[in-house]
C-alpha cells in the first residue's frame, strides 16, 4: 500500500478511559492492536488498574510482515508493544512482530524451530502468559503457528496450508476469531 498516514489517538484513549471510570464501567477482556507510544501502554495499565475484576488481556502487535514493520510506522511502536507484554494474558505477534518484540529482527530469515520457542520464552520472561506466534515457515516449507498455553503450560505447534498470495487484513481476523473463542470458552 506505500506509505501511510498514522494519527496518534493518545489523548482520546485518555479521555475515553476518563469516562469509562467516571461511570464504572468493567470490562471481562480488552483486545488491543496498534499502541504507538508507552504513554498509550500507560493509559491501557491505568484502565487495567482501575477494574474491580482484572480483565483478559488480548495484545496483537500488529507492526509488520515479512521481517519489517509497515511503512509509516516507528521504533515507538516496537516499544508501546514491549511494554504491554507484562500485561498480557494472550499475545498474537506474526514472526516478525516477536522478532521486534524481543530485538531479534536481524534473525528473522533464520529462525528454526528452537529459535521460535526461544522467542516465545523471551516473551514469556517479559510477562506474557499466553503466546501465538503465527505465519511461522521452517527450513521444511511448512507453515506453522506456535503457541505456549499457560493453561496446560505446554508448547503447541499447529501446521497450516499457505495460500501463496497476500491478503491484507488476515492477521485481524486471527484476532477476532481468537478473541470470539476466547470470550465463548472462557471460564468466568
Known amino acids: 500500500y506505500g506509505e501511510a498516514v498514522v494519527h496518534y489517538l493518545t489523548s482520546f484513549i485518555e479521555v475515553s478511559i476518563a469516562m469509562w471510570k467516571k461511570h464504572d464501567i468493567q470490562f471481562d477482556l480488552i483486545s488491543t492492536g496498534f499502541l504507538m507510544s508507552i504513554k498509550q501502554v500507560e493509559a491501557i495499565e491505568d484502565l487495567l488498574e482501575n477494574q474491580k475484576v482484572r480483565p483478559y488481556l488480548i495484545a496483537d502487535p500488529i507492526m509488520g510482515d515479512n521481517g519489517m514493520l509497515y511503512p509509516g510506522l516507528s521504533a515507538d511502536l516496537v516499544e508501546g508493544m514491549r511494554a504491554i507484554a507484562p500485561h498480557a494474558d494472550l499475545m498474537l505477534p506474526n514472526l516478525t512482530e516477536a522478532a521486534l518484540i524481543v530485538g531479534e529482527e536481524e534473525n528473522f530469515h533464520n529462525i528454526d524451530e528452537e529459535g521460535v520457542k526461544r522467542w516465545i520464552d523471551r516473551l514469556r520472561e ?63
Not at 155 to 174: N, S
Open 126 to 188: 517479559k510477562g506474557t502468559k499466553s503466546v501465538l506466534i503465527t505465519s511461522v515457515e521452517l527450513e521444511d516449507g511448512k507453515h506453522y503457528i506456535y503457541g505456549y498455553s499457560a493453561a496446560e503450560e505446554e508448547y503447541f505447534k499447529v501446521e497450516y496450508r499457505m495460500i501463496p498470495k497476500e491478503f491484507a487484513g488476515t492477521g485481524d481476523i486471527f484476532s477476532a476469531l481468537m478473541t470470539a473463542e476466547i470470550v465463548h470458552n472462557r471460564p468466568h
